[in-house]
């Protein structure tokens, strides 16, 4: 994510002062509630760790390109770079090794 910028990209360098979630547990009810919708801050989550991209709503706030991705753990749609209803769920069951290896650099990324 650009620092300082107001063109980014979802491929810019990670931004280093993202937040922390306040809350360290959340269930998918929880997580959920942090979609844009209905609060300021937008969540998402990969293999189960909660990123805050409250910062980044312009992608992944309601109506954005990466809206679907808000309010959840995709990470079987991170790992086969797809927005597909069907993928947009926590399971990496049946990926292929380089399906994984995609997941790990987006962790990577937003870590």
Avoid at 2 to 12: I, P, Q, V
Avoid at 41 to 61: C, H, M, N, P, W
């Amino acid at each position: 994510m650009a620092r300082g910028t107001s063109t980014t990209t979802l491929f810019s360098p990670p931004n280093p002062n993202l937040k922390e979630p306040k809350t360290r547990h959340f269930s998918a009810e929880l997580l959920a509630s942090y979609d844009g919708t209905n609060t300021d801050e937008i969540y998402i989550a990969i293999r189960g760790i909660v990123f805050d991209v409250t910062e980044k709503s312009q992608l992944f706030g309601p109506g954005r390109m990466y809206a679907e991705f808000a309010g959840r753990d995709a990470s079987r749609a991170w790992s086969k770079m797809t927005k597909c209803p069907e993928d947009l769920i926590a399971s990496c069951e049946g990926l292929t090794a380089e399906q994984v290896e995609t997941l790990d650099l987006w962790l990577s990324y937003f870590k």
